[in-house]
T-cell receptor, first 114, second 115 residues
Framework: DAKTTQPNSMESNEEEPVHLPCNHS???????IHWYRQLPSQGPEYVIH???SNVNNRMASLAIAEDRKSSTLILHRATLRDAAVYYC???????????????FGGGTRLMVKP | DAGVIQSPRHEVTEMGQEVTLRCKPI?????LFWYRQTMMRGLELLIY????????DSGMPEDRFSAKMPNASFSTLKIQPSEPRDSAVYFC?????????????FGSGTRLTVV
C-alpha cells in the first residue's frame, strides 16, 4: 500500500491560515488523497479528498502537487475548534476491497493558539 | 440525521467477561466498518461489512473477537473472553456506495476498559 508521511505536530495562531503537508511519494495513478480529522474525544470526520486537481469545500482546500507526490491541506482561518489530529490517507481507486479501507497513519496534531 | 450511533459510550469490565459493543449505522448506508484506536497502534480497521455481509475481517486480532450484522440497521462487536490488552476506543463507521466520492461517517466511539 502507498504510504503517507506527515509531521507529528504543528502549531498555528488563531485566525491565521494553516498549511498541513503530506508526502506520498509512492502514490499510484489511481490513488485518491483523502483527509480526515479527529477532534478530541470524537471519531474521525471527513474533511476533503481529491485525485489530481485542487479542491475546495466549506471546511478546507486541498492543494495537490503536479507530480502528485505531495499534497497540502489548507485551513484558511484556523479557529480553536480546528485543533485536532489531521490524517492524510490514500485510497486505491482500482481495487474494490482496498479502496474500501481507510488506513490511518499517525497524522498531524494541530494545536491552535488563541 | 442522528449519525452513527454507538453504545455504550463507556464500558468497564473485568478480565474474562464477555463484552458486546453496538452500532447503528446511518440509514441507507450499505457499508459498515469497525475500528479500534489505541495510543500504541493508532486507528486500526478490524472488519467491514457490505450489505450486512462481512467482506474483510483480516484485522480482527484473535478468535476472541467476533462481529455480526444481522440487519442493515444494527451491528455488534463481541469480545469473549476480554483481556486487559483489549482496552481501547472502538469506533464504528458507515458509508454509502463504493466510490471514492463517499466519505465515512464515524460514531463517537465506545471506550472499553478491561481490568
Amino acid at each position: 500500500d502507498a504510504k503517507t508521511t506527515q509531521p507529528n505536530s504543528m502549531e498555528s495562531n488563531e485566525e491565521e491560515p494553516v498549511h498541513l503537508p503530506c508526502n506520498h511519494s509512492t502514490i499510484s495513478g489511481t490513488d485518491y488523497i483523502h483527509w480526515y480529522r479527529q477532534l478530541p474525544s470524537q471519531g474521525p470526520e471527513y474533511v476533503i479528498h481529491g485525485l489530481t486537481s485542487n479542491v475546495n469545500n466549506r471546511m478546507a482546500s486541498l492543494a495537490i502537487a503536479e507530480d502528485r507526490k505531495s499534497s497540502t491541506l489548507i485551513l484558511h482561518r484556523a479557529t480553536l475548534r480546528d485543533a485536532a489530529v489531521y490524517y492524510c490517507i490514500l485510497r486505491d481507486g482500482r481495487s474494490r476491497n482496498a479502496g474500501n479501507m481507510l488506513t490511518f497513519g499517525g497524522g498531524t496534531r494541530l494545536m491552535v493558539k488563541p | 440525521d442522528a449519525g452513527v450511533i454507538q453504545s455504550p459510550r463507556h464500558e468497564v469490565t473485568e478480565m474474562g467477561q464477555e463484552v458486546t459493543l453496538r452500532c447503528k449505522p446511518i440509514s441507507g448506508h450499505d457499508y459498515l466498518f469497525w475500528y479500534r484506536q489505541t495510543m500504541m497502534r493508532g486507528l486500526e480497521l478490524l472488519i467491514y461489512f457490505n450489505n450486512n455481509v462481512p467482506i474483510d475481517d483480516s484485522g480482527m486480532p484473535e478468535d476472541r473477537f467476533s462481529a455480526k450484522m444481522p440487519n442493515a440497521s444494527f451491528s455488534t462487536l463481541k469480545i469473549q473472553p476480554s483481556e486487559p490488552r483489549d482496552s481501547a476506543v472502538y469506533f464504528c463507521a458507515s458509508r454509502v456506495g463504493a466510490g471514492q466520492h463517499y466519505g465515512y461517517t464515524f460514531g463517537s466511539g465506545t471506550r472499553l476498559t478491561v481490568v
